[in-house]
């Protein structure tokens, strides 16, 4: 049994560069979550899928994100003209009805500079 | 947002029962309690799940108050490997809403 994944673990970037980052969740989960997390907070809630519709996002998610999940299996999430407030911990988890609880990936560790 | 407060930080002696506990007064009728844990550098695990009647699995144990308002999770016999963050949750619009959470340190 395999957990959600997610790669790169780290990436460091530099300003003003394009990254994306990929999530595989658990086989057969048709939910899908992203979640930000910085130094010394819990996550923050982004944006989430069922199946490929994206149907939430969060006013934190401006328009240099955008979050994909074409087939509705992995997700990517790209982030564009990347800032250094966008270092953070990304976290995807993901579900499947009809329980609520959500399964988390190690998250991807972005340190922009 | 369904709000719970809990204690930013606990101490437990290694080998002793944890409790924690959370306060989630605003919880509706049909809302769960769940519990997170998030040990450093790692991505939050999922512990227990309850509505209101007290719950146990391999991990913890869940005991909820009958009005509803309150819960406490119960790590039996707790190990340094169960230093950690552990959030308090009730799901709404199925989004986790995440706060601080209890910074929980076991003491050797």
């Known amino acids: 049994d395999t957990g959600v994944s997610q790669d790169p673990r780290h990436k460091i970037t530099k300003r003003g560069q394009n990254v994306t980052f990929r999530c595989d969740p658990i086989s057969e989960h048709n939910r899908l979550y992203w979640y930000r997390q910085t130094l010394g907070q819990g996550p923050e809630f982004l944006t989430y899928f069922q199946n490929e519709a994206q149907l939430e996002k969060s006013r934190l998610l401006s328009d240099r994100f955008s979050a994909e999940r074409p087939k509705g299996s992995f997700s990517t999430l790209e982030i564009q003209r990347t800032e250094q407030g966008d270092s953070a911990m990304y976290l995807c988890a993901s579900r499947t009805g009809p329980s609520y609880e959500q399964y988390f990936g190690p998250g991807t560790r972005l340190t922009v500079t | 947002d369904a709000k719970t407060t809990q204690p930013p930080s606990m101490d437990c002696a290694e080998g002793r029962a944890a409790n924690l506990p959370c306060n989630h007064s605003?919880?509706?009728?049909?809302?769960?309690v769940y519990w997170y844990r998030q040990i450093h550098s790692q991505g939050p695990q999922y512990i227990i799940h309850?509505?209101?009647n007290n719950e146990t699995n391999e991990m913890a144990s869940l005991i909820i108050t009958e009005d509803r308002k309150s819960s406490t999770l119960i790590l039996p016999h707790a190990t340094l490997r169960d230093t950690a963050v552990y959030y308090c949750?009730?799901?709404?619009?199925?989004?986790?809403?995440f706060g601080k959470g209890t910074r929980l340190h076991i003491l050797p």
């Open positions: 605003t919880i509706s009728g049909n809302e769960y």
């Open positions: 949750i009730v799901i709404r619009d199925d989004k986790i809403i």
């Open positions: 309850g509505l209101k």
